[in-house]
């Protein structure tokens, strides 16, 4: 089964992120959803979609939401030192940022990493996998 790590920021596009989750889940991959603080606000606005902050009962609501998929879901905080994709010897097949703040895009692209979604980047960066980012603001 693929790893594919997926986070959510506070960009405006929360939509795409879901979608984009319902397709990856769909085609049989495990997910790592990753999760801002910023990104649960962005859905309640923008999708009026409460995101809870327990990760386990966010990957139950999720779970629950595309039923029948075969892929698998667990979802991490942004603060989430320990989860797998924060590791160079555990990284996923691939990572995408969906949708990406340009503060996340920034963070990501001068090596920050103070957070468990830029380490995640950062991990992807130096093992050399493919690293994705959905910027709202696109074209960029």
């Not at 606005?45 to 879901?73: M, Y």
């Amino acid at each position: 089964m693929k790893r594919i790590a997926l986070a959510w920021t506070g960009a405006s596009g929360m939509a795409y992120g879901l979608r984009l989750l319902e397709c990856l889940l769909q085609a049989g991959c495990r997910v790592e959803l990753l999760v801002s603080s910023a990104a649960r606000i962005v859905a309640k606005q923008e999708l009026d979609l409460v995101l809870p902050s327990d990760t386990t009962e966010l990957a139950g609501q999720l779970n629950a939401r595309f039923a029948g998929h075969s892929g698998e879901l667990v979802a991490y905080g942004k603060e989430e030192w320990f989860a797998p994709v924060a590791s160079g010897s555990n990284p996923a097949a691939a990572m995408i940022v969906c949708p990406c703040t340009m503060g996340s895009l920034a963070a990501i692209a001068q090596g920050l990493a103070d957070n468990l979604i830029e380490r995640a980047a950062d991990v992807m960066l130096k093992e050399k996998r493919p690293l994705i980012l959905v910027p709202r603001e696109t074209p960029f």
